[in-house]
Structures are given as structure tokens and as C-alpha cells.
């Protein structure tokens, strides 16, 4: 198959109610008609590219970026998501330090968004409170041991009980809360087209409809060939998170997967008062094995995902574009969920059903870097369901790698993180169904990440 056709192949349009709310974007596209030197070539659009392109002309207004993105800015994950700004919340098992060094660092890096959002793309963010839901006794008790933790090194996170919960939201069968009223939610398309616009003021190149097809890596410059020019650059930045694959890095280590999700139209006052959806709830997920999740846009649509093994789908040979066999019956169960978890809502009209791939690892951490074996190829890639902060922080701590400044980065795990290795085809499929169907657990999140 050709590069041009494989790449095509994956990808699609973004339908997703964000997009729906979203401005339209203040500048049209700018394809690459022609060749062009750079001194940073960013490949992808997200939340990752935009951030370390902005993070970049901050830092170094005289070099020449160019970003290139396959179709609009916040076509993928980034534009499609769940919408939950969320902290990091580390595992127990992380020493208490490791915590309170990631927890400020994602505390940082929302309030960068929260400041931008305000100067480019006003309305698009809203601190909120977010949190993860109990249904279970035993995981009650799990959140209230790690809040426990938490506090003891000063991450404000709050246990809720049942009562506590309901003024907050009520879900079905919830017995409460950890709550961090340190998140958000965010529209990652008017965001992202806001900051975009702000690139061009600074004198990014933008090239949006213009996928890169092919990647020749070489010294003293890389070429990125697109259909109708090839940058020249010195150094590549790969941004492309799930996509990364279909150009040819990172094949061993990534595996896309689509995630699905849906949205209602817009809930009326009183089938929003039925749910009790407060103010100050950005979202929440949920202990569920399939992890449940769902937030309210600013235009009042609930997007909810998650919650069945369908919602998930893993193409074989790691396609990207969900049109699979299952793609119908993994939005039916989503929306059987939905009516589980908000009896309230049951038979509401659906108004959307997207999904985008996420970029998994086999830890699920995520892995932001200078690629190995390789001459200035940076990349910010491996982000799975909770995705929103990290790849924003993404941009900012590949800007100091770039830089040569990366000192103040040690210590957190995801820099320069070697992935693990993930067999390949069939094993990687078989490994995926088992995994999947016969423990039953999500490859949103690690099964004893809590
Ligand atoms: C359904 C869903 C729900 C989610 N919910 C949440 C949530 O609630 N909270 C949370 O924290 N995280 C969530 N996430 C995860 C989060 O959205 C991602 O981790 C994050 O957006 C990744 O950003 P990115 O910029 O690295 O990748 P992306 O946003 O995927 O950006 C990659 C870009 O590269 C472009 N591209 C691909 N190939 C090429 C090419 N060949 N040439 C040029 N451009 C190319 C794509 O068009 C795309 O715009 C969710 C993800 C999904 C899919």
C-alpha cells in the first residue's frame, strides 16, 4: 500500500460535540504548496504539536517553526476527548515525594491552560472539580487510604461520602468520591483553534491539510516529504500520539487504540436537575473495570464514554479509523451505560458518537523525549485516557529539551521514559482479546491503578 493511501486510511473527520460549540476557526487553511526549511519541524496538530510550538516561539521568536497537522488543528484525540482536565494522581505506590512532584507539575501545566484559554480562546476552559467515583465498598476504602497519602504531602485531594457526592452529582449506585478540585474541563477544539491563531500572530508556520507521508531521517537535516512540498528541518518533533505508527516509529512500543464516545444534546434544566449536575463538577470516572466517564459541555451536552469493553477497539496490525465490525454494538453499550449510570436520561437522543485512537504503552505511562538511536527526533507520545494535562505539558518540557535545559525535569518518570516493548502481530491481538474479554479489564488505565 502507498504511504499516501496508509496514512489517508487513518484518519477521519471530527464530528464530536466540541466541535459542534467550538468557534470556527479565524484562519483557513494554508496546505504546503512547495518546499520550505525549518528550524523545528513539528508533525501534528493536538494538544501536544500546539503546545510546544507556542512553548517554542515564547522561547525562540527568531527560529523558523513549522507545524504540520493532517487535516485542522484538534482533529484527533486532543479535539475529541472526554474533555476532564485532570492532575495526575499517582499510584500509591510511588513514594510520597514522586507524588507531590507530579501533582504540582499537572497543577502547573492546567493553570498555563487555564491562562491561555483566557488570552486565545476565551470560554473554552472551566476550572472545576474533578473526581473519581466510587461503587464499591472495598474501593472506598482504597481512595480513602490514598487520599490519606495524598494529604500527607500536601495534595489538597477531598474524600466524598454518598451525601457529599450527591451535591455534587448523582450516579447511580455511587458511594462516593476523591475529589480534586484542582481540574476541569475544556473544549479541546476552541482551545486549540484559539491558541493556533495566536501561532500565526507570532510567526508559526501552520500547515494545516497536509499530512506527512513519509519521514527521511538525516544529517545535518531531516526531510519531511507531504504531498505537495518537503520540509526541510533540523530538528523533527513527532506530536502524533496514536497516529505515530503509520509513520514508521515507535511500532514496537505503541498500540493505537480507538476510544469511543458519545454525546446527548443538550439536557434541559429539569433533566439537569434530575442528574444534579453542580456548577462545580468538570466530570468524574468511575472504579468500574471498563472505567466510566463523563462531563458537561458549556453548551449543556453530556459526553459520556467508557463502561464496556466495546467502548475500546483495537484493530488488528494497529489501524486507526474505527469502522470495525463492533463499531455500533461498542456505541450501543456506551449508551446502555450511560442510561445505567443517569437512569434520568434513559432513551435521551444521541447526538454525536466519535472516537479518536489513544497512543497505549504497556505501562500506559506516556514518554516524552529525544528518540534513541536517532539525531534531533524529539517526541511526545503514548498518552492514553487521561491524556489532556500531560500532552500539554508535553510541549513545555520538550521546549526545554530542545533548549538543553531539561535539568528541572529530573525526577519525573515520563522523560526520556524508555517503552516497553509490545510483541508484534498476532501475538499483539491475542494479547489484547485476553487481556480484554477474559480478565475483563480496560487498557484505558492499568487494571490496579486506582
Ligand atoms: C474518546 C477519548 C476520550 C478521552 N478523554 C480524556 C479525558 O477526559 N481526559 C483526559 O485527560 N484525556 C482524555 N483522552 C486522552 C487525550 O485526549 C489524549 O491523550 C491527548 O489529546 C493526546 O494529544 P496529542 O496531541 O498527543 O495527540 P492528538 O490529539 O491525537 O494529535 C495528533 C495529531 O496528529 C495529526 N496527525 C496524525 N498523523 C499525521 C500525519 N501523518 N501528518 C500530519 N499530522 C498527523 C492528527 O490529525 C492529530 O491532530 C481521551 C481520548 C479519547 C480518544
Known amino acids: 500500500m502507498s504511504s499516501k493511501r496508509r496514512i489517508e486510511e487513518g484518519l477521519d473527520d471530527n464530528n464530536s460535540a466540541w466541535a459542534t460549540e467550538a468557534p470556527l476557526p479565524s484562519f483557513s487553511p494554508t496546505p504546503l504548496e512547495g518546499d520550505c526549511e525549518a528550524d ?40 475529541r476527548n472526554g474533555g476532564i482536565v485532570l492532575n495526575l494522581m499517582p499510584h500509591p505506590e510511588q513514594s510520597p515525594q514522586q507524588s507531590a512532584l507530579h501533582y504540582a507539575a499537572t497543577t502547573g501545566a492546567i493553570e498555563r491552560i487555564e491562562q491561555r484559554a483566557k488570552a486565545f480562546a476565551p470560554g473554552s476552559f472551566k476550572r472545576a472539580t474533578v473526581m473519581r467515583v466510587s461503587t464499591t465498598d472495598e474501593n472506598m476504602r482504597e481512595n480513602a487510604e490514598h487520599a490519606a497519602e495524598l494529604n500527607a504531602v500536601g495534595v489538597p485531594v477531598r474524600l466524598l461520602d454518598a451525601r457529599e457526592l450527591s451535591a455534587l452529582v448523582h450516579v447511580a449506585g455511587a458511594k462516593g468520591a476523591l475529589a480534586d478540585p484542582n481540574g476541569g474541563s475544556l473544549n479541546g477544539v476552541a482551545y486549540l483553534r484559539g491558541v493556533a491563531a495566536e501561532l500565526l500572530r507570532r510567526g508559526v508556520v501552520l500547515h ?61 434544566e429539569s433533566e439537569r436537575a434530575a442528574i444534579g449536575w453542580s456548577d462545580e463538577l468538570g466530570g468524574f470516572s468511575d472504579d468500574h473495570p471498563r472505567v466510566t466517564y463523563a462531563s458537561l459541555t458549556a453548551g449543556g451536552r453530556m459526553v459520556f464514554g467508557g463502561g464496556a469493553r466495546l467502548a475500546y477497539r483495537y484493530a488488528f496490525a494497529g489501524g486507526t479509523r474505527d469502522d470495525g465490525p463492533d463499531t455500533a454494538a461498542g456505541y450501543d ?38 528518540m ?28 526545554d529539551i530542545y533548549a538543553g535545559d531539561e535539568a528541572r525535569w529530573q525526577g519525573h518518570q515520563w522523560v526520556h521514559r524508555r517503552m516497553e516493548w509490545v510483541p508484534p502481530e498476532p501475538m499483539r491481538w491475542i494479547g489484547y482479546q485476553l487481556f480484554t474479554r477474559v480478565l475483563g479489564y480496560t487498557p484505558r488505565i492499568k487494571p490496579r491503578d486506582t
Open 208 to 268: 494545516e491539510m497536509t499530512p506527512v507521508l513519509r519521514v527521511e531521517q538525516g544529517t545535518p537535516r531531516h526531510r519531511v516529504h507531504c504531498e505537495h512540498g518537503v520540509v526541510s528541518a533540523t530538528t523533527l518533533v513527532l506530536a502524533t500520539n496514536g497516529y505515530t505508527r503509520a509513520l514508521g516509529f515507535f511500532r514496537r512500543n505503541l498500540i493505537p487504540l480507538s476510544s469511543r464516545v458519545v454525546s446527548t444534546r443538550p439536557l434541559s
Open 40 to 79: 523545528v519541524a513539528i508533525i501534528g496538530g493536538g494538544y501536544t504539536g500546539v503546545s510546544l510550538a507556542l512553548a517554542l516561539s515564547e522561547r525562540f521568536p527568531e527560529r523558523r517553526v513549522v507545524l504540520l497537522e493532517a487535516r485542522r488543528v484538534g482533529n484527533g484525540a486532543s479535539g
Open 333 to 370: 453499550a456506551i449508551e446502555a451505560r450511560l442510561a445505567h449510570c443517569f437512569p434520568a436520561l434513559r432513551g435521551i437522543e444521541i447526538e454525536a458518537r466519535w472516537s479518536a485512537p489513544l497512543g497505549l504503552t504497556f505501562s500506559r505511562a506516556c514518554s516524552i523525549g529525544r
Open 372 to 399: 534513541r538511536g536517532a539525531r534531533e527526533v524529539l517526541h511526545g507520545v503514548g498518552f492514553s485516557g487521561n491524556g489532556v494535562t500531560m500532552s500539554n505539558l508535553a510541549g513545555e518540557i520538550l521546549c
